[in-house]
């Protein structure tokens, strides 16, 4: 599950009573049943199609049949809602490409349920290595206290593998950050040559493996593949294999946790692409009216990366600037003029370089398409009743965007 990815990764031990794991059993059937249900309502549905139903209205249903069914009433409402949530997101990372369809759950294989709304004092130290937490409808659960609890912790995931162990995940979810009160706005855009182009013209790179870094993965996975399978050399290098890679995560959420808190101190109203729209739209190969944008950026193994780090970013803008993202449904961004609104294929010089034929606008093309976000952004907003923020959001003439 990828659900509070980002949150730290504090995992702990979880030590239930024989009393107590009968009660997390409980609760992970109910998790189970109530995913098991929500992929059972998408199974039919396909691009394209009406909408199977979301986050909400499974939540309604939810609460009819616990009104009817007493076992499910008696199980834990926050249990039985996060796992619909977790559903969602995991629907969600399906659509931006970074994870499979979810799938059928089976009892004893990754069980596991949510628990949310946690209060400062539900988790507590009782000795060195000794720590206990609140679990609603169980009681405390103590867990072996190998490092310190992040701090803020508003939710946790409890977790049961298959050879029996539990385990418990805090994730701190950062506090929103104050809106600046300028009214500005700000397009952001995930680039082909670039992790994130913003309309400002500002192009930021998530950073990567340093070169002697990929050299030495790549020795390690030739090693992995020599490895005889159980060997004790096997393990060590899938360790080694395993530390890189956390350095390489390490310094991506580095960079997402920079930049997100950076975006919601600068601007009022943050507009990313809808990504669910775009993945509709657009294929790898592309579309006949947008051939081929992602191509690059798409291929390779780097692919999944970008998307997980693009990913993280915007989950981290909706914890730190709530209210204030805006995802819009930006066609033709990639190929339309920002400067005159114009649509032209061949505006594309490169890759790298947008190059306007009706009004000689040249620029990044990265950060073009940022700028047509912002302009997007700028119709959703003043669609609405009025502008989300205090102040008025500063508006561009613009040219009208034709609607898809
Ligand atoms: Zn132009």
């Given at each position: 599950?990828?659900?509070?990815?980002?949150?730290?990764?504090?995992?702990?031990?979880?030590?239930?009573?024989?009393?107590?794991?009968?009660?997390?059993?409980?609760?992970?059937?109910?998790?189970?049943?109530?995913?098991?249900?929500?992929?059972?309502?998408?199974?039919?549905?396909?691009?394209?199609?009406?909408?199977?139903?979301?986050?909400?209205?499974?939540?309604?249903?939810?609460?009819?049949?616990?009104?009817?069914?007493?076992?499910?009433?008696?199980?834990?409402?926050?249990?039985?809602?996060?796992?619909?949530?977790?559903?969602?997101?995991?629907?969600?990372?399906?659509?931006?490409?970074?994870?499979?369809?979810?799938?059928?759950?089976?009892?004893?294989?990754?069980?596991?349920?949510?628990?949310?709304?946690?209060?400062?004092?539900?988790?507590?130290?009782?000795?060195?290595?000794?720590?206990?937490?609140?679990?609603?409808?169980?009681?405390?659960?103590?867990?072996?206290?190998?490092?310190?609890?992040?701090?803020?912790?508003?939710?946790?995931?409890?977790?049961?593998?298959?050879?029996?162990?539990?385990?418990?995940?805090?994730?701190?979810?950062?506090?929103?950050?104050?809106?600046?009160?300028?009214?500005?706005?700000?397009?952001?855009?995930?680039?082909?040559?670039?992790?994130?182009?913003?309309?400002?013209?500002?192009?930021?790179?998530?950073?990567?493996?340093?070169?002697?870094?990929?050299?030495?993965?790549?020795?390690?996975?030739?090693?992995?593949?020599?490895?005889?399978?159980?060997?004790?050399?096997?393990?060590?290098?899938?360790?080694?294999?395993?530390?890189?890679?956390?350095?390489?995560?390490?310094?991506?959420?580095?960079?997402?946790?920079?930049?997100?808190?950076?975006?919601?101190?600068?601007?009022?109203?943050?507009?990313?692409?809808?990504?669910?729209?775009?993945?509709?739209?657009?294929?790898?190969?592309?579309?006949?009216?947008?051939?081929?944008?992602?191509?690059?950026?798409?291929?390779?193994?780097?692919?999944?990366?970008?998307?997980?780090?693009?990913?993280?970013?915007?989950?981290?803008?909706?914890?730190?600037?709530?209210?204030?993202?805006?995802?819009?449904?930006?066609?033709?961004t990639s190929?339309r003029c920002s400067?005159?609104?114009?649509?032209?294929?061949?505006a594309?010089?490169?890759?790298?370089?947008f190059?306007?034929?009706?009004?000689?606008y040249?620029g990044n093309a990265d950060v073009n398409a940022a700028r047509n976000?912002?302009?997007?952004?700028?119709?959703?907003?003043?669609?609405?009743?009025?502008?989300?923020?205090?102040?008025?959001?500063?508006?561009?003439?613009?040219?009208?965007?034709?609607?898809?």
């Amino acid at each position: 599950m990828a659900v509070g990815r980002l949150a730290s990764v504090s995992r702990y031990r979880l030590q239930p009573t024989p009393t107590e794991e009968a009660a997390l059993l409980e609760h992970c059937a109910h998790a189970r049943l109530v995913w098991n249900l929500a992929v059972e309502q998408h199974a039919h549905w396909r691009p394209g199609r009406l909408s199977a139903p979301g986050f909400a209205e499974q939540c309604r249903q939810l609460t009819e049949a616990r009104a009817e069914f007493a076992w499910l009433r008696a199980g834990s409402v926050i249990v039985q809602q996060q796992a619909l949530k977790d559903f969602a997101q995991a629907m969600a990372n399906y659509f931006i490409g970074t994870h499979r369809r979810p799938t059928w759950r089976k009892r004893g294989r990754s069980e596991g349920f949510r628990i949310v709304a946690v209060q400062a004092d539900d988790v507590h130290r009782l000795s060195r290595n000794v720590g206990e937490v609140k679990i609603p409808k169980v009681g405390w659960v103590r867990f072996r206290w190998s490092r310190d609890v992040p701090e803020g912790v508003k939710s946790y995931r409890v977790t049961r593998d298959r050879a029996g162990r539990w385990h418990v995940a805090f994730a701190a979810i950062p506090e929103p950050i104050p809106a600046p009160g300028t009214g500005g706005v700000v397009g952001v855009d995930r680039g082909v040559a670039v992790s994130v182009a913003l309309s400002t013209g500002e192009l930021s790179h998530a950073p990567r493996l340093l070169e002697a870094e990929e050299t030495q993965l790549r020795r390690l996975l030739r090693k992995l593949a020599r490895a005889k399978p159980g060997s004790n050399r096997r393990t060590s290098v899938k360790h080694k294999i395993a530390k890189v890679k956390a350095r390489e995560r390490d310094r991506r959420k580095d960079w997402v946790e920079k930049t997100s808190t950076d975006l919601a101190r600068r601007f009022d109203v943050i507009a990313v692409e809808d990504l669910k729209i775009r993945n509709m739209t657009r294929s790898t190969r592309g579309t006949l009216a947008e051939p081929g944008r992602n191509v690059r950026a798409k291929s390779g193994l780097n692919r999944s990366i970008l998307a997980a780090g693009w990913g993280q970013l915007v989950e981290r803008l909706e914890h730190k600037a709530p209210g204030r993202l805006v995802k819009v449904s930006a066609a033709y961004t990639s190929q339309r003029c920002s400067a005159c609104g114009i649509v032209d294929a061949k505006a594309r010089e490169s890759q790298a370089a947008f190059a306007c034929r009706s009004c000689s606008y040249a620029g990044n093309a990265d950060v073009n398409a940022a700028r047509n976000i912002k302009l997007a952004a700028g119709h959703a907003v003043s669609a609405r009743e009025g502008p989300r923020v205090a102040e008025p959001v500063h508006r561009e003439p613009q040219p009208v965007l034709l609607s898809v």
